[in-house]
């Protein structure tokens, strides 16, 4: 009857095994158990330790993903605010200087000015022979000069060109028949009207300096009664 | 004298001299009776002992703390293998909380070596020693609600009525699960036995 009993339980199949769990040895308790024991509850201390440091909470749970995220935000706001384009003073090219270089691209300044000056009308360039420059058509040949100011910001000006070409020959000019060589003095003043070129001076765009002024003609003055003496 | 006739008392006696009196003598005596049999369900439930011996502190703490959440009409010992399985039970599901929490994959905890004819020789196994750690290591790997009842039926040798007070199954349940729970075992420990 027991053994039909010990059948039902399954204890026959797994006789092996109930014997070796039997035959464990048998684990005891450390020698201090129950002075450590007594002690806590001497001192009241109830508190299981485990149950504090382990202990679940939703914060506990989310607190690495905020963590995670915070610093996402700060990193991405950093890079974001390195990489607004704030132009800096000192690198950006005067304005107008920068026109001249995006209308020639590539070319200089020095390119430009003559590019400019070579804008010639297309019927102009169809008759274009190789002819006397002076019984050259009269046509109002117009280019800039470059002038740099006090503050050394560059501007242009509209030139009027004594020549009408925007580039001669000048041996071919002054040359061009034995019996115009009377003319030669207009020819090489560019004046295709038969005026006498007058040659006024040079003129700087800078201020009259008066003290300059003075000093110059005080100066020439004592040199010519010196001369006289 | 006390002493002595304290010690003469069952354990459902020195409870109730506990619960009436305070007389910490019976909580100590009760203490002294099952340290080491507490001490020897929760190691092998859990498998370490250092925390089996805080589980056990802490068993004994709550029944200090409690003891007149105490009926009469059941039994000291299944009343207290309670308290104890509920938390060597927590401490597993810490384990595993914290084994998710870490993301760690530490696959010698999953990995058996009892198969491993190489590493155990059959003269090696049959060394009590090392068949007793192999025992642990494969008891470890068997659910926890297989193993519990087996640790209770079989190795600490609790009647099917005991154990089903103690876990609050049906005595059909606590059967089952620890033929189960022995299945597993076997099953682990094939190479052991085939050898």
């Not at chain 2, 250092?50 to 703390?65: E, G, H, P, R, S």
């Not at chain 2, 020789?121 to 494969?138: F, Y």
Request: net charge neutral.
């Amino acid at each position: 009857m027991e053994k039909k009993v010990q059948n039902i339980n399954g204890e026959d199949q797994y006789k092996d095994i109930i014997k070796s769990l039997k035959e464990l040895p048998r684990v005891k308790a450390p020698d201090n158990f129950e002075l450590n024991l007594m002690t806590r509850i001497h001192n009241k201390n109830f508190e299981i330790e485990r149950d504090k440091s382990y202990h679940f909470t939703v914060w506990g749970f989310l607190k690495p993903a905020a963590v995670v995220s915070l610093t996402a935000v700060i990193v991405l706001f950093v890079i974001d605010l390195n990489s607004l384009d704030v132009p800096n003073p000192l690198l950006t090219e005067p304005e107008l200087r920068k026109e001249v270089l995006n209308d020639a691209e590539n070319m200089t300044l020095q390119k430009k000015f003559i590019a400019e000056e070579s804008v010639v009308p297309e019927t102009k360039k169809k008759d274009e022979a190789p002819r006397a420059m002076a019984s050259a058509p009269a046509v109002k040949n117009q280019g800039y000069k470059v002038v740099i100011n006090e503050n050394d910001a560059i501007s242009k000006e509209m030139l009027e060109l004594p020549v009408d070409e925007k580039s001669i020959d000048v041996d071919s000019r002054l040359n061009v028949t034995p019996n115009q060589s009377s003319n030669r003095a207009f020819l090489a003043g560019g004046t295709g009207e038969r005026r006498k070129p007058v040659f006024d001076g040079f003129h700087t765009r800078s201020l009259e300096n008066k003290w300059l002024r003075d000093s110059s003609a005080k100066y020439s003055d004592s040199l010519k009664n010196l001369e006289e003496k | 004298m006390l002493d002595k006739k304290l010690f003469a008392l069952s354990d459902e006696e020195l409870i109730k001299e506990f619960q009436d009196n305070n007389t910490i003598e019976s909580y100590e005596i009760l203490v002294k009776r099952y340290k080491d049999p507490l001490m020897n369900f929760v190691y092998r439930f859990v498998g370490n002992r250092d925390v089996c011996a805080d589980i056990v502190q802490d068993t004994m703490i709550k029944f200090y703390l409690n003891k007149d959440s105490y009926k009469s009409f059941a039994k000291f010992s299944t009343w207290i293998y309670t308290i104890a399985g509920n938390l060597a039970k927590n401490e597993l599901k810490r384990r595993k909380r914290r084994t998710i929490l870490s993301l760690s994959n530490n696959d010698d905890d999953r990995t058996i070596q009892v198969e491993d004819k190489s590493f155990f020789t059959p003269e090696a196994v049959a060394d009590s020693s090392i068949k007793g750690d192999l025992i642990q290591k494969a008891l470890l790997k068997v659910k926890p609600v297989y193993r519990e009842v087996v640790i209770l039926r079989d190795i600490q040798g609790f009647s099917y009525e005991e154990i089903a007070e103690m876990t609050e199954l049906s005595i059909g349940t606590v059967k089952s699960r620890i033929n189960r729970g022995r299945a597993q075992l076997q099953k682990l420990l094939n190479n052991v036995y085939r050898d």
